[in-house]
């Protein structure tokens, strides 16, 4: 049964600051990797798609990594802004089908 | 984009509900969640061209439909209080990126 753990649970840094959010995942047997970005109360913004076969993929300031091997992603924002203050999920489809197993994610506060 | 309706809704205990679903124009695929507050989305059960073919750990008064119009519907049956939560159906194509819908907010009472 794939599992997925996200730490940090919750975040705060000063505006400005690089950060990392770490997703580690039980079953290496991945089809792939999505993160997901949530506004309180609200649905989910996908942000990243990482296919197995990728190592990374980025986009504007964020940057995601893979390595399936040891069953981690990281996502990496450059230059946080207080608009990024959100909750991050990760979620990986494994198994058949299109089901997504995901973390409780990192709530990231980021403050002026 | 996805978009579900309705945005809320309440609910007492016992009675039955739908909630809908408007894919991504051409995605061939639904999948539901439930997101308990605090909590990431968990699988309830995916449609692929018009039929279930993958159930999360949910029970039978689950059920779903998807339509040729891209739409689809979660019903819900004798509704219990935990199943208060955030409902999001997600659509795709080709087993790739999955999009979300803005979610319905389901309060049992």
């Known amino acids: 049964k794939q599992e997925v753990t996200q730490i940090p649970a919750a975040l705060s840094v000063p505006e400005g600051e690089n950060l990392v959010l770490n997703c580690s995942f039980t079953?290496?047997?991945?089809?792939?990797l999505q993160w997901f970005r949530q506004d309180p109360g609200k649905g989910l913004t996908s942000l990243l798609l990482i296919q197995s076969s990728q190592r990374e993929q980025t986009s504007g300031r964020l940057n995601a990594s893979l390595d399936k091997s040891s069953g981690r992603s990281t996502l990496y924002i450059a230059a946080s802004q207080p608009g990024d203050s959100a909750t991050y999920l990760c979620a990986v489809r494994s198994g058949g089908g299109n089901k997504l197993t995901f973390g409780t994610g990192t709530q990231l506060k980021v403050e002026l | 984009g996805v978009t579900q309706s309705p945005t809320h809704l309440i609910k007492t205990r016992g009675q039955q509900v739908t909630l809908r679903c408007s894919s991504q124009?051409?995605?061939?695929?639904v999948s539901w969640y439930q997101q308990a507050l605090g909590q990431g989305p968990q699988f309830i059960f995916q449609?692929?061209?018009?039929?279930?073919?993958g159930r999360g750990n949910f029970p039978p008064r689950f059920s779903g439909l998807q339509f040729p119009n891209d739409s689809s519907e979660l019903n819900v049956n004798a509704l219990e209080l935990d199943d208060s939560a955030l409902y999001l159906c997600?659509?795709?194509?080709?087993?790739?990126?999955?999009?979300f819908g803005p979610g319905t907010r389901l309060t049992v009472l």
């Open positions: 124009s051409g995605h061939n695929t």
């Open positions: 997600a659509s795709t194509v080709d087993n790739n990126e999955q999009f």
């Open positions: 079953d290496s047997a991945i089809y792939n």
């Open positions: 449609y692929y061209r018009e039929e279930e073919n």
